[in-house]
């Protein structure tokens, strides 16, 4: 299987992509280096607020991640939520375009008394070779990638043909009230986060090419549990 390129990292590519807007659809939109700021205007409240975090994801964090096994890949592992809900027994790499927000995921893996490692990387850009993980996980994420198939499909070169991509994301709620809601926020939320209230995760993924085994949703439809596996009916295609 063709080795993907050396990449340059978030860091040495200061405009990133210009690509999707709150929808995915527009050529307008924030760029990594984009998300990086807001990001690095958040870490603060991410680590006041991690608590809270847990009491309304922790379930479903377990839930989809505790399945995990082997070397699993975490991207977009922002402070490092997932780490505690996956088995001891897995080797853990995880990988964010924030700096703030991974220097609390060494905390964290330190306060797990877990080894492991996290990098600065883009996740639209992987420095990893073909097939090299057992396990690829990512939450709430793809509502933040600025191009969302580049990094799904990352997640798919680097995962075994054999292994599972995990995905735990939120997007546009089933209740109309909800959704109506999250259609009035939208725009400033991306504005200010980079982040897609209103996506469809499914939608993604499968624009992406990924092969998906499982779908489940909770609270109102507005979060999603994928299961997808690593071996897509068009690899071949996703790898050029
Ligand atoms: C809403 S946070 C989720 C963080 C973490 N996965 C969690 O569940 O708490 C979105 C994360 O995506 C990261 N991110 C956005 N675009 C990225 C990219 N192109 N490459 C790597 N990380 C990215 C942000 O830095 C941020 O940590």
């Not at 299987?1 to 659809?25: C, F, I, L, V, Y």
């Not at 735990?168 to 897609?196: I, K």
């Amino acid at each position: 299987m063709a080795q993907h390129n050396t990449h340059e990292t978030a860091d040495s590519r200061p405009d990133g992509p210009k690509t999707h807007g709150t929808n995915g659809d527009s050529d307008e939109g924030m760029t990594v280096r984009d998300i990086q700021d807001a990001y690095a205007d958040y870490a603060t409240w991410i680590s006041r607020l991690r608590w809270l975090d847990h009491l309304f994801t922790g379930t479903y964090r377990r839930r989809q991640f505790a399945q995990a096994d082997g070397r699993v890949l975490d991207v977009a592992c922002g402070a490092g939520s997932n780490f505690r809900y996956l088995s001891e027994a897995t080797e853990i790499v995880g990988i964010d375009v924030s700096e703030p927000l991974l220097e609390q995921a060494r905390a964290e893996l330190d306060a797990l008394e877990r080894g492991g490692t996290v990098a600065q990387m883009d996740a639209q850009d992987l420095e990893f070779d073909d097939d090299s993980f057992d396990t690829v996980i990512s939450s709430f994420s793809t509502c933040t990638f600025p191009d969302q198939v580049a990094a799904l499909r990352e997640m798919q070169r680097v995962c075994r043909p054999d292994g599972r991509i995990l995905l735990l994301e939120h997007g546009r709620s089933d209740s109309a009230l909800v959704a109506r809601y999250q259609e009035w926020r939208a725009d400033s939320h991306y504005e200010r986060s980079g982040c897609r209230l209103t996506q469809e995760p499914l939608e993604v993924v499968r624009r992406a090419g990924l092969s998906v085994d499982d779908v489940e949703t909770a609270q109102f439809g507005r979060l999603t549990r994928i299961v997808c596996n690593g071996g897509a009916t068009d690899r071949r295609e996703v790898n050029r």
